[in-house]
């Protein structure tokens, strides 16, 4: 019957000769990596500027919150100076305001320009009454195209023929 202490003896001869085996096989993967650098010409040098010469991961004393800029100030209270940078959550003195461009600070109130003059996008359309684009020649009733027809143009075979000349 064995001992506990022949077992361990035995345990630590494997390991001595498990991590001989490692070593004799990385120093033999690293022998063909350097044999092939050398029959092809390929420096590290070559090798770190195919990666990109950059280490992955988060390197040591280097800070994550400087590379960040907070962003510049986009709405301005007038009462009070705060300010907002439109991210996030708005702050109480402009979250229920529907106009928001009264607010913009410094550049941003440069690129708005005259919030009426603003084109309405395909699919976005102006809200309340429309200039009329079509007119009744019999009676003068007018349509602005939108809604349901008026029975006058529903059954028409051609629309077209009702149209107001534009100016």
Known sequence: ??????IQAKIAKLQSQAEAIEKKQSSD????IRGLMERHGVTIGDIETYL????RGRQPGSNAKANQSAGAAKYRDPKSGA????RGRAPAWIANVKDRTKFLAGEAFAKVGDPA???AKP??????????????????ATWSGRGRAP???AGAK?????LIAQN
């Open 117 to 119: 003059k603003k084109a």
């Open 83 to 86: 300010t907002w940078t439109g």
């Open 123 to 140: 699919g976005n359309y102006v809200r309340g009454p429309q200039p009329p684009k079509y007119q009744d020649p019999k009676t003068g």
């Open 52 to 55: 990109g010469g950059k280490r």
């Open 29 to 32: 993967v690293l022998g063909k």
């Open 151 to 153: 029975a006058w143009i």
């Open 1 to 6: 019957m064995a001992t506990l202490q022949s």
């Open 158 to 162: 051609d629309p077209s023929k009702f």
